[in-house]
């Protein structure tokens, strides 16, 4: 150990470069995970007065995992609401529904990202508690409190929409809070289905002693949540919010250490190799190979823990920064509070650590193997060939990621970015472990030209790259990386810019379109606004045999809109093991089951649904439910005189669905470019340094031959540019097979015939950027060795 800490100390210069690439990496990984944990979800204020919270049972999804919750039905809840009214200790029990309600002024939708589940009864208040601060309860159908915060008067009438449409309601009161509350009757109207129920403590009351009592009383009808599992209970909106900001991070955090795993790997694989002559020294004087390795392996998890220290303390740093950048991008739950807990440090230290420890694995098999002898020769003579375990690793690398590259233009729409990104990864490792063959030749072609001048350096400059390949690709590997991302990414976005509007254009052509213009859905007013065209009605139900979750559209196509029948894509049956003429029991979102016959099984089609049954039989069941957008043929008269609605041909509706989620898509995409270009950036610099620095004695022998400084400083810009050329193009290449799958998919996919395209402004500036970078680095040690040397 002392051995190890004092190499670490004497060679700290040769460390620096996987110091800070351990660094910037753990950084990076414990500020996504310290964001990630601060965006769990939490107890809603509107719950925050309550003891506990009744649920009904979970059902399931296809795969087996937990979703929704199966309402209980009006003759179910009444019973368990008599049943817990009477627990000791219990204060109120309060039938908690939610529905979609919000205010209308000068004829304009107010904007309420919540407004899907504004509406409640007025039970619902005192769950907080929201005290009124005016007025009275609501106690007819058309009375309404509302948050005293809307400027509404008491006594004043107030337009509302619901599902129903625009109606008008009185006000009677407001409250020191958000919502709309309704009579309990009206309330039960808009969901008739139970859902939640909430129970407030009695003064005085011990919970623990009540939630065992509820519990008794609830049994297998449903689970008893206190506490922090109240935070279960989330508006759509907000879980919509924390779903993208979870699905950024974590494609933050996977490319970090990705990038982190590559680069580190590759920079201790160049320290090790510049330290032949050393580890042959130690061999000659009686160091045993494993002693050789366990040195390596020491000195790679010091500097794994120092980088990792280091790395958390500037990840918590950051944290309010990136947690800044994602409210700005609005992907965040409201008011959000960056916390620091310990399993994020522990995570980016053992990941710090390992990759430290694993990248130097590599290393230390052939630090091991350096014979005796070798501290006679130079560091690099035995630097020059592909191993048989090399050739063998890359040649199956390479197999695997044209495999996934290929994959990529077959896969369907929710896998192929993932399948491009991972068929990228693979073929980026590929190329640095296949590297060594190439750039010997690469290196003497693009050196020809300058050959003819008479000048020694690009003589230098090729004897360098084929003296020295692996030391030569351990440069090239980071340059892959950054430009292959940057291609990767940029090349995505720009694709699908063009690919997916086109294709849904394609889908509408002739059609005009009504969409929700600042309300969350359609409401029957408008539909009955658009009388022709389809107006899918959606709804979460559950086929109660497996207790499966269902998304059923209500359709009034004359083709499926018979009462009693549904009609189902091959998925969906397979999954429920059905067949044409069979009789599925569903459970409706009121609670109530309906025997359902499958009289079609088609094709899968996203545009017609996988569990279609007739549209009234949804609004029957789900009074609260908002309808999609209406699609209105070229021969009918589509309308938006209803406010609340906008309309759009082909052509701008598929623009603006496509810029629904562009803002989002170019974000994550940029991030996730600055993140991989500006890491490998730093790690090229770095290598180009560390480089630099082991050839001091180099310099000497040049400069003793006549060498002069400018002479010297521009051989070494010319390798490093000639390096950053060679990766560069590698990492176009890599990346394109991918691109071109992925364009090939969205092609087929949406019959829009889109090519491939790529951000030419993008890859320049990658590529400028690594160079500059390189360049500057190399240069200024270059300068300091050989000031160095002069004094």
Same mark, same amino acid.
């Given at each position: 150990?002392?051995?190890?800490?004092?190499?670490?100390?004497?060679?700290?210069?040769?460390?620096?470069?996987?110091?800070?690439?351990?660094?910037?990496?753990?950084?990076?990984?414990?500020?996504?995970?310290?964001?990630?944990?601060?965006?769990?979800?939490?107890?809603?204020?509107?719950?925050? #007065?309550? @003891?506990?919270?009744?649920?009904?049972?979970?059902?399931?999804?296809?795969?087996?995992?937990?979703?929704?919750?199966?309402?209980?039905?009006?003759?179910?809840?009444?019973?368990?609401?008599?049943?817990?009214?009477?627990?000791?200790?219990?204060?109120?029990?309060?039938?908690?529904?939610?529905?979609?309600?919000?205010?209308?002024?000068?004829?304009?939708?107010?904007?309420?990202? #919540?407004?899907?589940?504004?509406?409640?009864?007025?039970?619902?208040?005192?769950?907080?508690?929201?005290?009124?601060?005016?007025?009275?309860?609501?106690?007819?159908?058309?009375?309404?409190?509302?948050?005293?915060?809307? #400027?509404?008067?008491?006594?004043?009438?107030?337009?509302?929409?619901?599902?129903?449409?625009?109606? +008008?309601?009185?006000?009677?009161?407001?409250?020191?809070?958000?919502?709309?509350?309704?009579?309990?009757?009206?309330?039960?109207?808009?969901?008739?289905?139970?859902?939640?129920?909430?129970?407030?403590?009695?003064?005085?009351?011990?919970?623990?002693?009540?939630?065992?009592?509820?519990?008794?009383?609830?049994?297998?009808?449903?689970?008893?949540?206190?506490?922090?599992?109240?935070?279960?209970?989330?508006?759509?909106?907000?879980?919509?919010?924390?779903?993208?900001?979870?699905?950024?991070?974590?494609?933050?955090?996977?490319?970090?250490?990705?990038?982190?795993?590559?680069?580190?790997?590759?920079?201790?694989?160049?320290?090790?190799?510049?330290?032949?002559?050393?580890?042959?020294?130690?061999?000659?004087?009686?160091?045993?190979?494993?002693?050789?390795?366990?040195?390596?392996?020491?000195?790679?998890?010091?500097?794994?823990?120092?980088?990792?220290?280091?790395?958390?303390?500037?990840?918590?740093?950051?944290?309010?920064?990136?947690?800044?950048?994602?409210?700005?991008?609005?992907?965040?739950?409201?008011?959000?509070?960056?916390?620091?807990?310990?399993?994020?440090?522990?995570?980016?230290?053992?990941?710090?650590?390992?990759? /430290?420890?694993?990248?130097?694995?590599?290393?230390?098999?052939?630090?091991?193997?350096?014979? +005796?002898?070798?501290?006679?020769?130079?560091?690099?003579?035995?630097?020059?060939?592909?191993?048989?375990?090399?050739?063998?690793?890359?040649?199956?690398?390479?197999?695997?990621?044209?495999?996934?590259?290929?994959?990529?233009?077959?896969?369907?729409?929710?896998?192929?970015?993932?399948?491009?990104?991972?068929?990228?990864?693979?073929?980026?490792?590929?190329?640095?472990?296949?590297?060594?063959?190439?750039?010997?030749?690469?290196?003497?072609?693009?050196?020809?030209?300058?050959?003819?001048?008479?000048?020694?350096?690009?003589?230098?400059?090729?004897?360098?790259?084929?003296?020295?390949?692996?030391?030569?690709?351990?440069?090239?590997?980071?340059?892959?990386?950054?430009?292959?991302? @940057?291609?990767?990414?940029?090349?995505?976005?720009?694709?699908?810019?063009?690919?997916?509007?086109?294709?849904?254009?394609?889908?509408?052509?002739?059609?005009?379109?009504?969409?929700?213009?600042?309300?969350?859905?359609?409401?029957?007013?408008?539909?009955?606004?658009?009388?022709?065209?389809?107006?899918?009605?959606?709804?979460?139900?559950?086929?109660?045999?497996?207790?499966?979750?269902?998304?059923?559209?209500?359709?009034?196509?004359?083709?499926?809109?018979?009462?009693?029948?549904?009609?189902?894509?091959?998925?969906?049956?397979?999954?429920?093991?059905?067949?044409?003429?069979?009789?599925?029991?569903?459970?409706?979102?009121?609670?109530?089951?309906?025997?359902?016959?499958?009289?079609?099984?088609?094709?899968?089609?996203?545009?017609?649904?996988?569990?279609?049954?007739?549209?009234?039989?949804?609004?029957?069941?789900?009074?609260?439910?908002?309808?999609?957008?209406?699609?209105?043929?070229?021969?009918?008269?589509?309308?938006?005189?209803?406010?609340?609605?906008?309309?759009?041909?082909?052509?701008?509706?598929?623009?603006?669905?496509?810029?629904?989620?562009?803002?989002?898509?170019?974000?994550?995409?940029?991030?996730?470019?600055?993140?991989?270009?500006?890491? /490998?950036?730093?790690?090229?610099?770095?290598?180009?340094?560390?480089?630099?620095?082991?050839?001091?004695?180099?310099?000497?022998?040049?400069? /003793?031959?006549?060498?002069?400084?400018?002479?010297?400083?521009?051989?070494?810009?010319?390798?490093?540019?000639?390096?950053?050329?060679?990766?560069?193009?590698?990492?176009?290449?890599?990346?394109?097979?991918?691109?071109?799958?992925?364009?090939?998919?969205?092609?087929?996919?949406? /019959?829009?015939?889109?090519?491939?395209?790529?951000?030419?402004?993008?890859?320049?500036?990658?590529?400028?950027?690594?160079?500059?970078?390189?360049?500057? @680095?190399?240069?200024?040690?270059?300068?300091?060795?050989?000031?160095?040397?002069?004094?």
């Amino acid at each position: 150990m002392m051995l190890i800490l004092a190499n670490v100390r004497e060679r700290w210069s040769s460390f620096l470069g996987a110091f800070i690439a351990v660094l910037v990496g753990v950084a990076l990984i414990t500020t996504t995970l310290v964001i990630y944990d601060s965006a769990r979800a939490t107890t809603q204020a509107r719950y925050e #007065g309550t @003891a506990a919270m009744v649920l009904p049972q979970q059902a399931l999804d296809v795969d087996g995992s937990a979703e929704d919750r199966m309402p209980w039905s009006k003759g179910e809840a009444a019973p368990l609401v008599a049943g817990l009214d009477q627990v000791p200790g219990v204060g109120d029990v309060v039938v908690d529904r939610s529905f979609y309600a919000q205010a209308f002024k000068n004829g304009e939708p107010v904007t309420d990202e #919540g407004a899907a589940e504004s509406g409640h009864g007025y039970g619902s208040a005192m769950m907080a508690p929201y005290e009124l601060v005016s007025g009275r309860a609501p106690h007819s159908g058309r009375e309404v409190v509302v948050d005293d915060a809307l #400027g509404a008067a008491v006594g004043s009438e107030l337009t509302v929409n619901i599902a129903e449409g625009r109606k +008008p309601f009185t006000v009677v009161g407001t409250v020191d809070g958000p919502g709309f509350y309704f009579s309990e009757a009206f309330a039960a109207q808009q969901q008739p289905g139970v859902r939640a129920i909430g129970l407030v403590a009695a003064k005085g009351a011990d919970t623990g002693v009540l939630v065992s009592a509820v519990k008794k009383v609830v049994g297998d009808k449903g689970d008893v949540v206190t506490g922090e599992g109240r935070a279960e209970l989330q508006p759509w909106y907000i879980e919509h919010k924390r779903f993208l900001g979870v699905q950024l991070i974590s494609a933050m955090a996977l490319l970090g250490l990705f990038t982190t795993v590559f680069v580190v790997a590759s920079m201790l694989v160049l320290a090790t190799g510049m330290r032949r002559r050393e580890i042959g020294l130690l061999r000659s004087i009686g160091a045993s190979p494993q002693q050789i390795k366990r040195m390596i392996l020491g000195e790679a998890g010091v500097v794994g823990l120092l980088g990792s220290i280091a790395g958390c303390a500037a990840g918590v740093a950051a944290a309010p920064l990136l947690r800044d950048i994602l409210n700005g991008l609005d992907v965040t739950p409201p008011d959000m509070r960056v916390t620091v807990a310990a399993w994020p440090l522990l995570t980016g230290c053992a990941v710090g650590i390992g990759v /430290s420890v694993i990248g130097a694995w590599t290393a230390g098999r052939k630090a091991a193997a350096v014979a +005796p002898i070798e501290a006679l020769l130079d560091s690099r003579s035995t630097n020059k060939a592909m191993s048989r375990g090399r050739w063998t690793a890359g040649l199956a690398v390479l197999g695997a990621g044209a495999l996934l590259a290929g994959g990529t233009a077959t896969s369907t729409a929710d896998h192929r970015i993932n399948m491009a990104i991972f068929a990228t990864m693979i073929l980026i490792v590929a190329a640095a472990l296949l590297t060594p063959a190439f750039i010997g030749p690469v290196g003497r072609f693009l050196t020809a030209p300058f050959q003819r001048g008479g000048s020694a350096g690009p003589v230098l400059i090729r004897a360098e790259l084929v003296a020295n390949p692996r030391r030569a690709a351990s440069l090239v590997a980071p340059v892959i990386a950054a430009v292959g991302f @940057a291609v990767l990414l940029s090349g995505m976005v720009e694709t699908m810019r063009v690919a997916y509007p086109a294709g849904e254009a394609l889908k509408v052509t002739g059609q005009t379109i009504v969409t929700p213009d600042g309300t969350p859905g359609n409401t029957d007013e408008v539909v009955a606004a658009n009388p022709v065209g389809k107006a899918a009605l959606p709804t979460r139900a559950f086929a109660t045999k497996d207790q499966i979750v269902l998304d059923v559209l209500g359709s009034r196509d004359q083709r499926w809109n018979r009462p009693g029948e549904a009609v189902l894509g091959k998925h969906i049956a397979s999954d429920l093991g059905v067949k044409q003429g069979d009789s599925v029991p569903v459970r409706f979102a009121d609670g109530a089951t309906v025997t359902l016959r499958i009289s079609q099984i088609l094709p899968d089609d996203p545009a017609r649904g996988d569990f279609v049954v007739a549209r009234d039989l949804v609004r029957a069941h789900d009074p609260a439910a908002l309808t999609d957008d209406i699609f209105v043929p070229g021969d009918a008269q589509a309308s938006g005189a209803v406010p609340g609605t906008a309309l759009h041909d082909a052509a701008e509706y598929a623009l603006a669905d496509y810029q629904t989620d562009a803002k989002l898509t170019d974000s994550l995409a940029m991030m996730l470019i600055v993140i991989a270009v500006g890491y /490998s950036v730093v790690a090229v610099a770095n290598s180009m340094a560390m480089a630099a620095h082991g050839r001091r004695r180099d310099f000497g022998v040049m400069k /003793s031959a006549g060498g002069t400084d400018r002479q010297l400083l521009l051989t070494a810009m010319g390798e490093t540019v000639l390096i950053i050329v060679i990766g560069a193009a590698f990492g176009v290449l890599v990346t394109l097979p991918p691109l071109a799958g992925m364009a090939s998919g969205l092609s087929q996919a949406n /019959s829009s015939g889109t090519g491939l395209h790529l951000s030419t402004g993008t890859l320049t500036i990658a590529i400028l950027g690594t160079l500059v970078a390189a360049v500057l @680095a190399g240069v200024a040690v270059t300068a300091k060795t050989l000031r160095r040397q002069a004094a």
